[in-house]
């Protein structure tokens, strides 16, 4: 039984996993459902799906909320048949390395690669035959020319550089394994979140929506962010051009560890754990009636037909709760739109100042911005870094030719033969150049021409 397995492993399963095609299959089938990972909107609740995936009519005839989740393409990226087919797929990388790229390697790199007949010259891409020159003259220009020399009883030579070339594939398909290892590893211990904080409020991390089944470890549990402030940039049109906010890391003692002002593509990292700014609201306003203690008071966000923002709230005018006033704002600009209970535009009023609405002296102390921060942590980041840095260097190397030359002495007769993988025009000019060397050391007449077959 054990011998059986043992057979079919190595006769059967490993070279169906280095097929090649095999591989461009898989790779093309893993690129189809990244992009649905990309495209689909990942990690939302059931009734995003619900709304935005209708049963009737269905995306394309068939792509509803109950096939999405069923599935799993809410969360492509965690399913057991898209790890499976990145299992795979690092499978067929690793058995084709080890059974075509090292082999070949170990192939081209050994030292007993020796030609011992004259006739195995006539074989080769470029060879020639001299009446002139040494095994020991050839070596020195070849040792000149960055070749790797070895000799066998002073008749034989064998000799070749560029071996770097050779070892460029085996670098992208390791450099592949690890990217595919830090996916995965993301994937099971990584996490992503979205918090909505007011300024001058300090939040843990709760509203965690998207995390991967080993990702306790890596949810701040020991340290907590205060939002200092929150901030808006305005055009000179009352566009928004930036959003900022002022974050403290604090530790359980509510000391600062580290404090950093983030905007959009200028994130703060503590712990792999990294925060962006990614939205704002308006999370409420500051309000005196007359003379009373300053009020805050919520805002809500009010939907609009065009698809704008706007947030709200009504604010007591008598203390029976009987008369009021909405505040309705747009921005974070200052300026507020003053509304009565019958939905009358009364007035306009802008931070620090006051209006008289219903008999009393209404004045707007501050509106109260909220910061919408992005929070992931994705361990396996530095190893996907690390694999697409190797990969170009992979890449880089791959493009080094790996040039061979054999020569043997037969008597008064040198055979020369020689071939490339790569830049074969260079090849031949060097490998002429050096004969022609080669004959002028001796002083008489230039070498045979080179034969190209």
């Known amino acids: 039984m054990v011998t059986a397995l043992k057979r079919y492993f190595k006769k059967d399963l490993i070279p169906l996993l280095a097929d090649l095609r095999l591989a461009i299959v898989l790779l093309l089938v893993i690129a189809v459902f990244s992009i649905l990972g990309t495209v689909i909107e990942q990690g939302q609740g059931l009734t995003f ?25 809410d969360h492509v990226y965690r399913t057991w048949w898209y790890l499976s087919l990145l299992i795979l797929f690092g499978s067929s990388l690793t058995a084709c390395t080890f059974t075509r790229q090292i082999t070949a390697l170990r192939w081209f790199s050994r030292t007993w690669n020796f030609y011992s007949k004259p006739r195995q010259f006539g074989k080769m891409a470029l060879s020639t035959e001299l009446d002139v020159g040494s095994i020991d003259q050839l070596t020195t220009l070849l040792e000149g020319k960055r070749y790797k020399t070895f000799h066998k009883d002073g008749t034989m030579l064998y000799a070749h550089k560029g071996l770097a070339g050779r070892m460029g594939p085996i670098l ?11 996916a995965m590893y993301g994937a099971m211990t990584g996490f992503f979140a979205q918090e909505m904080v007011p300024s001058g409020n300090t939040f843990t991390v709760q509203n965690v929506f998207d995390a991967g089944p080993w990702a306790g470890p890596q949810i701040p549990k020991d340290w907590s962010v205060k939002v200092n402030r929150f901030w808006i940039d305005y055009s000179p049109e009352g566009r928004v051009d930036q959003f900022y906010s002022d974050l403290s890391v ?64 009504w604010v007591p ?27 009358e535009l009364i007035s306009t009023v802008r931070e620090g100042m006051s209006v008289e ?28 870094y690390l694999g697409f840095g190797l990969l170009m260097l992979g890449v880089i190397m791959s493009y080094i030719s790996h040039s061979q030359v054999w020569a043997l002495k037969d008597g008064d007769q040198l055979y020369v033969g020689g071939r490339t993988n790569r830049a074969q025009v260079l090849f031949e000019r060097e490998l002429v150049a050096i004969l022609d060397d080669l004959s002028g050391l001796e002083q008489t007449e230039p070498a045979k021409d080179l034969v190209v077959s």
């Open 357 to 384: 609405v219903n008999g009393v002296t209404l004045s707007v102390v501050e509106l109260i911005g909220s910061t919408g921060l992005q929070i992931k942590a994705d361990p396996g980041v530095p190893m996907v």
């Open 172 to 182: 992208v398909h390791a450099s592949m394994l690890i990217i595919l290892l830090g």
């Open 250 to 313: 604090l530790d359980n003692q509510g000391e600062e560890v580290k404090r950093k002002t983030i905007w959009v593509n200028q994130p703060l990292r503590y712990r792999n754990v990294t925060m962006y700014q990614a939205d704002w609201s308006i999370a409420g306003v500051r309000v005196k009636m007359n003379n009373s203690p300053i009020l805050q008071l919520p805002m809500a966000p009010i939907e609009t037909e065009d698809g704008g923002k706007l947030w709200g709230t």
């Open 49 to 73: 799906y619900q709304q935005n995936y209708p049963e009737d009519p269905a995306l394309f005839g068939f792509l509803s909320w109950k096939v999405l989740l069923t599935a799993g393409l």
């Open 317 to 343: 005018t008598k203390t029976d709760m009987s008369e009021g006033v909405s505040l309705i704002a747009q921005d974070l600009q200052g300026t507020l739109l003053v509304y009565s209970a019958k939905g």
